[in-house]
Nanobody
Framework: QDQLMESGGGSVQPGGFLRLSCEVS????????VAWFRQRPGKEREGVAS????????RYADYLKPRFTITRYDARRTVDLHIRDLKTEDTAVYYCARGQYACSIVQSDYNVWGQGTQVTVSS
């Protein structure tokens, strides 16, 4: 079955660290683009980071790059998003998505989406 499943969300205090995981089904993982997006309360969904599972190329939203790291683990078919120094404005639903042709962080390049995982940053 073609699917992606996010995990690792939760509540964390400002300054903390989270690792979000995206497990990708075998039929989707190879030679694809996997990206993380997020939707903050009252905002449009925005791209965070992407990786090409064939070349290893990575892209980031420039303003998030210092704190966000995307890493793939081919043996487990997972793509993780590590977030450090969490801020209240990182509160969002985080989604992973899979595309085939352009490893951007543009939503329209992705056609299979996970259901999302909630991240809440508060003191």
């Amino acid at each position: 079955q073609d699917q992606l499943m996010e995990s690792g969300g939760g509540s964390v205090q400002p300054g903390g660290f989270l690792r979000l995981s995206c497990e990708v089904s075998a039929s989707l993982y190879k030679n694809s683009c996997v990206a993380w997006f997020r939707q903050r309360p009252g905002k449009e969904r925005e791209g965070v980071a992407s990786t090409d599972t064939y070349t290893g190329e990575k892209r980031y939203a420039d303003y998030l790059k210092p704190r966000f790291t995307i890493t793939r683990y081919d043996a487990r078919r997972t793509v993780d998003l590590h977030i450090r120094d969490l801020k209240t404005e990182d509160t969002a639903v985080y989604y992973c998505a899979r595309g085939q042709y352009a490893c951007s962080i543009v939503q329209s390049d992705y056609n299979v989406w996970g259901q999302g995982t909630q991240v809440t940053v508060s003191s």
